[in-house]
């Protein structure tokens, strides 16, 4: 069975900290690898593709270990509005098509 | 704009009456997919369609049918068999079988309370 492993939380952190979380999963052929932010009662929205490279996208990086089969992602500076829930995706090949499986998410709290 | 559009946003049905929950895509997309979420918990799949007239069965299908009539179009059906049906569902598309990087696009869910 596929697994995709996320510290639940709550990161509680200040205005202006960096804050990183980390996802592991179990298939080891995974194929690609997303970040998506869902608010409170809302529906999940991408936030940035993971590529084996690591990647950049202003205040958010998100990498990929292979080797250790993890994701990161390090928000810097954070906001406010960066208060959300972050689900880790897992995109494993079946039968010809992508099928995703998701973590069950970090909850992230900024205060003032 | 292109999105996907789920309605209704609420829904209320009595325990042991079957619920058909839409899902609508303009994207042009391949696949589409359904998940139902509980609190405090991630996305599980229901099913999955990855072209007109096929889907195939997720983690999670027992007590619900779709179909796939039109690329548009894949609604799905709670049926009675559920057990415990009332959860958050969420129906997502994405453009390509074999791309890599073939991010899911939601639509905004709808919340089914069965009494």
């Known amino acids: 069975r596929k697994e995709v492993e996320q510290d639940p939380g709550p990161f509680n952190v200040p205005e202006g900290a960096t804050v990183a979380f980390n996802c592991t999963y179990s298939?080891?052929?995974?194929?690609?690898f997303f970040w998506y932010r869902q608010d409170c009662r809302k529906e999940p929205k991408l936030l940035m593709s993971?590529?084996?490279s690591g990647n950049e996208d202003g205040r958010f990086t998100a990498q990929l270990n292979r080797a250790s089969q993890y994701i990161s992602l390090l928000i810097r500076d954070s906001k406010l509005s960066d208060s959300a829930t972050y689900l880790c995706?897992?995109?494993?090949?079946?039968?010809?098509?992508?099928?995703?499986?998701f973590g069950r998410g970090t909850s992230l709290i900024v205060h003032p | 704009d292109g999105g996907i559009t789920q309605s209704p946003k609420y829904l209320f049905r009595k325990e042991g009456q079957n619920v058909t929950l839409s899902c609508e895509q303009n994207?042009?997309?391949?696949?589409m997919y359904w998940y139902r979420q509980d609190p405090g918990q991630g996305l599980r799949l229901i099913y999955y369609?990855?072209?007109?007239?096929?889907?195939q069965k997720g983690d999670i299908a027992e007590g619900y049918s779709v179909s796939r009539e039109k690329k548009e179009s894949f609604p799905l059906t709670v049926t009675s068999a559920q057990k415990n049906p009332t959860a958050f569902y969420l129906c997502?598309?994405?453009?390509?079988?074999?791309?890599?990087?073939?991010?899911?696009?939601f639509g905004p869910g709808t919340r089914l309370t069965v009494l």
């Open positions: 997502a598309s994405s453009s390509f079988r074999l791309a890599e990087n073939n991010e899911q696009f």
């Open positions: 298939n080891s052929a995974s194929q690609s």
């Open positions: 993971v590529y084996s």
């Open positions: 995706v897992v995109n494993d090949l079946q039968g010809g098509s992508y099928i995703p499986t």
């Open positions: 994207l042009n997309h391949d696949a």
């Open positions: 369609s990855q072209i007109v007239n096929d889907f």
